[in-house]
């Protein structure tokens, strides 16, 4: 490997999507004459805060790089189904890998259970456990305080469900749950720094105004992606 040292670096993590199309990857060969990755690194914008969006079409030689400056991968599943871009073959390979959504949606239930079967559906093994808890790696990065635990020190961001399930919950099985029963509709209420921000399947104000805005902006996104087109 090259000895990065000798380029910048960032206190900041870089949030950016990479490789989500064969193109991005002939453009840089084209362009730059290197893997996209490695021009990141060049550029002194790689580090253990760094976000790495979809990823499949990057190739060994980038899988290596982002390994060596301790990033992370972020799988977005139902976005790359949606785009038939395809699936990524090296999620196996990376240290770390995350789950997201890329906007398709806000549900990281669903999300979960869609990254699940595809993995199965693509020869992985019983369950890709790193989804489960590298999230928890990132947000301690980048927000500095330990997260995904009820304990000591911990910050008190809780998601709490009211699930009645006929078969037992343990700890031995609570991955199955997850990706068989458990769903948003089980959510009941949500604390964020230890404020409920979410209870009893109602927010503690009126969303009302809040949608009617986001409905407006959104007709007037589409008219200019139209006018676009």
């Known amino acids: 490997m090259p000895d990065w040292n000798c380029w910048p670096t960032r206190l900041r993590g870089l949030h950016i999507h990479v490789a989500e199309d064969r193109y991005d990857v002939s453009h840089s060969h084209h362009h730059y004459g290197v ?20 990823g499949l079409f990057l190739s060994a030689q980038d899988v290596a790089v982002i390994n060596e400056f301790d990033a992370c991968l ?26 997201g959504t890329d906007g398709i949606g806000a549900d990281m239930f669903e ?16 369950w890709p456990d ?11 990065r980048n927000f500095g305080a ?15 469900c009211d699930y009645h399930s006929p078969t037992p ?12 029963a458990l769903n948003s509709a089980s959510v009941h209420s949500v604390i964020v720094a230890g404020n409920l921000v979410y209870e009893n399947r109602c927010f503690p104000f009126d969303v009302e105004e809040i949608y ?10 589409w008219q200019r992606m139209d006018n676009l087109a």
């Open 35 to 54: 893997d996209p990755i490695v021009r990141l690194a060049r550029a002194g914008l790689l580090n253990e805060k760094s976000l790495i969006a979809h």
């Open 74 to 99: 972020v799988h977005n599943v139902r976005s790359n189904m949606n785009n038939q871009v395809g699936y990524n073959p090296r999620l196996a390979e990376y240290r770390h890998v995350a789950l």
């Open 111 to 126: 999300e979960l259970k869609f990254a699940r079967f595809k993995h199965r559906d693509a020869g992985g093994t019983l």
């Open 130 to 140: 790193s989804f489960l808890h590298n999230g928890n790696l990132l947000l301690e």
């Open 146 to 160: 330990p997260f995904g635990l009820l304990a000591a020190g911990y910050q008190a961001d809780l998601t709490i």
């Open 169 to 180: 919950l343990c700890a031995e099985n609570l991955a199955g749950h997850l990706a068989f």
């Open 212 to 221: 009617f805005h986001a409905r407006q902006a959104a007709e007037k996104l």
